[in-house]
């Protein structure tokens, strides 16, 4: 089964700062996603990346950037973070399966605080 | 407007009846998932459903894509399934996911 991981799972941040929320997957999917989850709107893509060293923007992109350095790894960059960038972060990864109809694996989510 | 939309948004059952969740979405969806959010707040994915009906378990997932819905149903329901249940639409075929806001269902003993 995929394994994907997310650090920091919680994390408190000023105004301000710069935030690094990262993404793990072992399962050597080229596809991973950043997606944020407040009440009310489901989830919502922000960045996505088709393989190691893209990345492209999702419905929500502004005041994120993104980077993928390898296969297993996908950041998420709040370089100015925000009050209304506090939400539930989640990273998911899947593959475009010739056969299998694809599904997206789901990391536990990072909780972001920012004051 | 948003684009996934569930209803009901929440449902609350007796353990053993059945529950019958509603997906609508408003653009043309290469295909319906559905998700399970545990309480805690992962995600596991339940169904993946292009069109017609799927089974697993005790979960059916039907989905009419030329009406633009679609609906899952658990027969028996039991106290460990209560959680939030999402659906997401896949547009086209780059995997991009739109999400409905979820069904929070809780199955009372």
């Known amino acids: 089964e995929a394994a994907v991981t997310q650090s920091p799972r919680n994390k408190v941040a000023v105004t301000g700062g710069k935030v690094t929320l990262s993404c793990n997957q072992t399962n050597n999917h080229n596809n991973m996603y950043w997606y944020r989850q407040d009440t009310g709107h489901g989830l919502r893509l922000i960045h996505y990346s088709y393989g190691a060293g893209s990345t492209e923007k999702g419905d929500i992109p502004d005041g994120y950037k993104a980077s993928r350095p390898s296969q297993e790894n996908f950041s998420l960059i709040l370089e100015l973070a925000t009050p209304s960038q506090t939400s539930v972060y989640f990273c998911a990864s899947g593959d475009d399966g010739e056969v299998v109809q694809d599904t997206q694996y789901f990391g536990p989510g990072t909780r972001l605080l920012v004051l | 407007g948003q684009q996934v939309q569930q209803s009901p948004a929440s449902l609350v059952l007796q353990e053993g009846e059945n529950a019958e969740l509603q997906c609508n979405f408003s653009s043309t969806a290469t295909r319906l998932q559905w998700f399970y959010q545990r309480p805690g707040g992962s995600l596991v994915s339940l169904l993946s459903?292009?069109?017609?009906?799927k089974h697993t378990g005790r979960l059916t997932s039907t989905t009419v894509t030329k009406e633009r819905r679609g609906s899952l149903h658990i027969s028996s329901s039991q106290i460990t399934d209560s959680g939030t249940y999402l659906c997401a639409m896949e547009r086209d075929s780059n995997y991009q996911l739109i999400w409905g806001s979820g069904t929070k269902l809780i199955i009372k003993p």
């Open positions: 459903n292009p069109s017609g009906t």
